[in-house]
Structure formats: structure tokens, C-alpha cells
């Protein structure tokens, strides 16, 4: 397997000019690039949740590519755009974008999960530039992109905050106790994701506990929601891009979990399975 290349970064001013095809063309290079990386990860640490990082990585490289307002030079800067993870245990993923973007380095993915690593298996705040709360206790990101849309509010601010979520985690309670309040104070600056996979630790999430229908939910307590497809990057810009309706938007996005590894998609079992070197290389071939 080769080492980790060194990707060419990626920004939002990199994209300007481009017209929608050219941009949704250039964010799928990049996703691409995002899952060999996960891959590559996973392999390296033997550790890992490979099946929801792969659902996930069109959403995260259409944010960080060509969306959020950030600044890899000054991670803290006042203005910069929030965005919480809180399917914190896809953090390879989030790492992975977080060098795409020119937060961390490239070399520096090879050490996720490695004792003394500042990769841990859960994204920690203190550790790695970017990454804007410590999340991974499931229930928790939504509450606290909430908090964080009523601080810009209350400072007259303009900086919006994006929260992804995993749908096995909506039957969190804290969950439902956030969208009540966001909906309730009109939180037109924040947007909330969720993978929707339909995959959970050990099962379907509908044989778990029954979530549909999602958008009637978020809808019943005052937010704009919309079902999306998850891995459609020009759809996955618009509807990030576009003006605030005056309420909260959520967001249903429609997943596959393992997305672009023929056998890991839409399988149970790799919620965190690690491939052998046998898959590894095929998984590698497949996003070539």
C-alpha cells in the first residue's frame, strides 16, 4: 500500500469561477482522496468505524471544500463558520478533510489512534486545529451547536454553525430537547445534518427504533427541513449556500453507509469492522 499522499488542499476560493458541474466535479476528486485516506487510516490503526466515515465524507467535502468560512491559519478566528461532528466516532473522516483543508498535515494521519497521538479515536478540541468541540458521547453535538448558534446571535454575529449527526443517534432524547429549542428562538444560523444510513451498531436503525418520518418531525418543531441526497455535491452545495428561511434548517441526507466500497456498502457488520489486506487493496482499487 502506498503511504499517504500529500493531497493538494482544498478551499472555497479554489472553487470560485467554477461553474456548479466544474465544482461538483472537483469536491467528487477530493471525496475520493477523503476515503482512500479513510481507508488507509483504518488500516494502519487495525481501529476504526470505516462504514459510517465512508457515509459521511460527500457531506464533509462539501463543507469544508467549498462552504464553511474558516481560516487554517488562525483556527480560532472570531468569524469563522462552527461545524460539530457529533458522530464523533467518524473521526477519521474529519481528519482526513481537516488536511484537505490545510488544518493539520497529510503525514500526520498516519498516527490516528497511535498512542500519544493527537488523532484520537474521537475528535478532541485541545488536540487538533479545526475541530470545535470534543464530541462522541452520542446526543451531545446537536445541544451543543444550539448553544453555539445562540452565542452568534447574542454577539451579532454572522458566523452559522453546521452540526452532522448520525441517524442511530437521533433516538438520543437530548437530541429532540435541542430541536425544540433551536425551533422555539428561530435559529435561522444553524444547520443540522443527519446521515441517514439506515445502519446502526448492530442493526437497521428502523428495526432498533422506528425514526420516519424524519422531516415531519423537525418540521413539527419550526424548522425548514429537506431530504437530500448525501453523496450529490452540487445538491449538497446549494442547499448549504442558500439564504436563511427565518428557522432552523435541518437536513435528512440520504446515505449509503460504506459509500464507494462495493463490499462494505450497505453491510451491518462494518459499522466498525477493520478490512484485511486483501480488502484493503481492493478498497483502494475500487477508489482509484
Known sequence: MKPFDPEKSLAPADLAGLSPTERAAALATAAKSIRRSVVRMINAAQLGHIGGDLSVTDILTTLFGAVLKLDPAAPLWPERDRFILSKGHCAAALYSVLALRGFIEWDLLETFMQPLSRLNGHPNRRKVPGVEANTGPLGHGLP?????????????????????????????????????????????????????????????????????????????????????????????????????????????????????????????????????????????????
Open 144 to 288: 451543543i451547536a444550539v448553544g453555539s448558534a445562540i452565542a452568534a446571535r447574542l454577539s451579532g454575529k454572522n458566523w452559522r454553525t453546521f452540526v452532522v449527526m448520525g441517524d442511530g443517534e437521533m433516538q438520543e432524547g437530548s437530541n429532540w430537547e435541542a430541536i425544540m429549542a433551536a425551533g422555539h428562538r428561530k435559529l435561522d444560523n444553524l444547520v443540522a445534518i443527519v446521515d441517514r444510513n439506515r445502519l446502526q451498531q448492530g442493526a437497521r436503525t428502523e428495526d432498533t427504533n422506528t425514526l420516519d418520518p424524519l422531516t415531519d418531525k423537525f418540521a413539527a418543531f419550526g424548522w425548514d427541513t429537506l431530504e437530500i441526497d448525501g453523496h450529490d455535491h452540487a445538491a449538497l452545495y446549494e442547499l448549504f449556500t442558500r439564504a436563511p428561511s427565518g428557522k432552523p434548517l435541518g437536513v435528512v441526507a440520504n446515505t449509503t453507509k460504506g459509500k464507494g466500497v462495493s463490499f462494505i456498502e450497505n453491510r451491518v457488520e462494518w459499522h466498525h469492522k477493520v478490512p484485511n489486506a486483501e480488502q484493503v487493496a481492493l478498497a483502494l482499487k475500487e477508489l482509484a
